[in-house]
């Protein structure tokens, strides 16, 4: 099975790293196939989910629950064009959830007594240059919805309607909370790197 | 606006760069994928199975009223153990039926009033086979018919629970004797009854809904309920506030309460506690907080799966002991399992 990898980085070796399920029969999702839909991304998602927990081992763990979804509801997909916003809407509604459950813990936790105070997001920025990292370290400081918005938007690539759908909110907050987003960046950018 | 977007197009563009995909990540979504399908699929399969055994079941009482002759001992769930003959009234012998299948073993005998009673050879607790208390070489104590291997819990003759550390009673079926056969329907299973806290006492929660949502409700309540809530006050009392499942370290946290007291228990892979690596679910940690009632207890285990029961005993500073039991759901470490149940929560004296 030849894998197009779109951004030229996923791995086109034989058969024997395509996995026997996958070369037995292909799954299909909508129009695409599940193996395409991975090589064309995998990557892309891996790194926005990075971006967004600032983890990651989570990003992939969250990437590969995404593909796990897809591939045991791919035959109720109505709209085979939305698969990629599905994709991304299954992935981040996980990271929403474990976000969520973090915050649970510790309040528990906290309510239980003295415990480690050390926090269970530990930021590990991939990044090639300064500018780079101190972007995706201002995006990681952003609030959830801003975080979400902003991710999906410039690292997804999605449209401002999918990134709505995606998330489950109308075009129009999205738009305000990019705006808010960008009001945070600038300013949080400037205090950091005066260049 | 447009230079940020620019800016963060090409920060993203180049983060994306760094991103290395393994391949692997595809053939394990899959694999997990393929796992749940089969799971709906068994489901599903399960229902329909459920459903037609119910119409036959509905059936067959009607058919009972229709004619008072003749059950007809089929296979499958209704289990023909032996003759009435082998228990007469007023003796104390006691068939047992090995397991067969999908069925649990069973033991048909007449309690102290003299009536046949079916019970379950599958514990209450966590499902071990019971014993017979004559197999078993200590002396139980006179009332002591069935023993629980897993949990040193003893069952009189209706199947009660006999001292510490339980209070639920063995598990039994519907009994027809009419025929002069023993005839036992493993189909429904009633809980046995509970007896009275005798030292001690039991706490055991159900499990928790599978969903995140769910868990936070459950949660709040928990908080809402706070010190209020009481045991019958016959002994100390543990209240556990749930166990968290961190899938990405594969960690088991146990908070928990004892007299009011806070604790934790983590249980995890061994080398998620690299600096604590004592094994055997001895206490350690760090020595200043030895006193376990405020405490975390960390238990490495050498690695976790779907199924696995992790057990934690401690011993408490004033020479109680704390059991908490923790079983992971069945599928395995899934994102989807976000809340693990606790399975046992319950503290003895010594003795």
Known sequence: MRQQGMDGVVDTDGPAATGRALSADPVVVGSVALADLFASH????????????????VAEDLAQEAFARLHVSHRQLRDPEATVSYLYSIAFNQARSRWRRQVGLTRALRRLGPTDESSPDVAVIVARSASTAAMTAAVGGLSERQRSCVVLRYYGD????????ALGISPNSVKTHLQRAFIALRHDLAHEDPS | MTDLETRLRESFAEHRGSVVV???LLDGAVRRGERRVRRQRAVFVGSVAVIILSVFWIG?????????VDVVPASGPVRDVGSVDQVPEGSDRIVVAEP????????????SSDQLVALSARAPKQGCRLLLAEAVDVDLGADVVFHDPCHGQNFDRAGLAVGGPGIRGMYRYDLESATGRLLVDTSLTYPGPFVESIEGGEMSLDRLGPSDEEAMIWLDAVEAAGDAVRHDGSGPFVWVLGAFHDVVSG??????TIDGLAGQVQVGPIDQFPERGVADGTRVGDPARHDL???TLFIPVPSLAGGDILQADMA?????WLRLGVLLPIEGPDLGDIVTLIDVATITATR
């Open chain 1, 158 to 165: 999605l449209s401002v309607a999918d990134t709505a759908a």
């Open chain 2, 251 to 256: 960690v088991v946290t146990v908070p928990f």
């Open chain 2, 100 to 111: 067969d299948g999908e069925s649990p073993g069973v033991f048909v005998l007449r309690d």
């Open chain 2, 22 to 24: 393994d391949r692997e």
């Open chain 2, 316 to 320: 408490l500073d004033d020479g109680r």
């Open chain 1, 42 to 57: 995998a990557q892309r998602l891996i790194g926005a989910l990075t971006v967004y927990t600032g983890d990651p081992g």
């Open chain 2, 60 to 68: 067959s009482i009607v058919d009972d009223q229709r004619s008072d």
């Open chain 2, 293 to 295: 009632t405020a405490g």
